[in-house]
């Protein structure tokens, strides 16, 4: 009896996508580190706002996760990585994950408008329009531009962190989003095109299967290019020497994976690109946190 309680609170987390979530608010939470100008101040004066700007925020992408779960669940079950999903597999009922969804989506915009502010909650309402119903249902079977028009969504947590410590929506704080904006793109089509045979056979046209391999890749050199000149707008107004330093090295070292997927058709490297992007990301953010308190300050 325990045994199948426990596999089944397993499959209800398994649902919410944590590792997604985690990398949320790790987004989230450097939009809140760079919203002040330090970390004291952050700590006594905002201590509240920042946890419970991130619970909030993780139960309503939580939320957005779930019925991704359950609207995908069709699709699921005809690829290898994910046909042993709760949903799929009749682990979790449809009803009971959509019903689950909108507890989570409830509690965290209430714990948002309540104990945090009311614009965080509205932003974070949007989020999760945008990914949960707009994304999953609209875009991700229709347009091969599907990543980069959810990406705006997928986009959001530095502004939502931000938001939740200033109550505004500032320049800064939108700089951080169009930097995950432009991220996005050539992270996933990386992914697609290592995996264009999963996508295949369910229908959904990323880019690979409806411009071909060649038209990826060379738009993946084009976002990241555009990555790599956004990243250095912050040292104009906003950061110092360090971040520089940071974002010139890990962006020529993205360049030089893009640029290499262009010219080398080795099937490993898509892959490859795909894991260095998320490694790219974090050393950029955490770079950018460090010049902040240290150098900047």
């Not at 697609?192 to 038209?215: C, N, Q």
Request: proline share 5%.
């Amino acid at each position: 009896m325990f045994a199948v309680l426990v596999t089944r609170i397993l499959d209800y987390f398994d649902m919410t996508k944590p590792r997604v979530v985690l990398l949320m608010l790790l987004c989230a939470l450097v939009g809140m580190l760079l919203s002040v100008p330090s970390l004291p101040q952050l700590l006594s004066e905002e201590l509240l706002s920042v946890v419970y700007g991130l619970v909030g925020i993780a139960l309503v992408a939580a939320s957005a996760a779930v019925v991704n779960h359950v609207v995908d669940a069709r699709i699921d079950r005809q690829m290898a990585r994910t046909r042993n999903r709760p949903v799929p597999t009749g682990r979790v009922r449809s009803r009971d994950g959509i019903i689950f969804a909108t507890v989570l989506g409830v509690t965290g915009l209430v714990v948002l408008f309540v104990l945090v502010n009311p614009l965080a909650a509205w932003l974070n309402l949007a989020s999760w329009a945008g990914y949960g119903l707009f994304y999953t249902f609209i875009l991700k079977h229709r347009t091969s531009q599907n990543i980069v028009i959810g990406g705006l969504f997928g986009a959001a947590p530095p502004l939502l962190g931000w938001v939740c410590i200033t109550s505004t929506i500032e320049p800064e704080a939108l700089i951080l989003v169009t930097i995950i904006f432009l991220w996005t793109p050539p992270h996933f089509w990386a992914l697609a095109i290592d995996r264009a045979k999963d996508y295949e056979t369910v229908g959904v046209p990323m880019l690979p299967l409806t411009h071909g391999d060649r038209y990826t890749r060379l738009s993946i050199l084009v976002y990241t290019a555009l990555l790599v000149g956004i990243t250095l707008v912050p040292f104009f107004w906003m950061s110092g020497w360090l971040y520089l330093v940071v974002a010139v090295a890990l962006g020529l070292t993205y360049l030089g994976f893009s640029i290499f997927m262009l010219i080398d058709d080795n099937p490993k490297l898509p892959i490859r690109s795909f894991k260095f992007s998320i490694v790219y990301l974090a050393l950029l953010f955490i770079g950018f946190v460090l010049d902040h308190y240290i150098v900047s300050t």
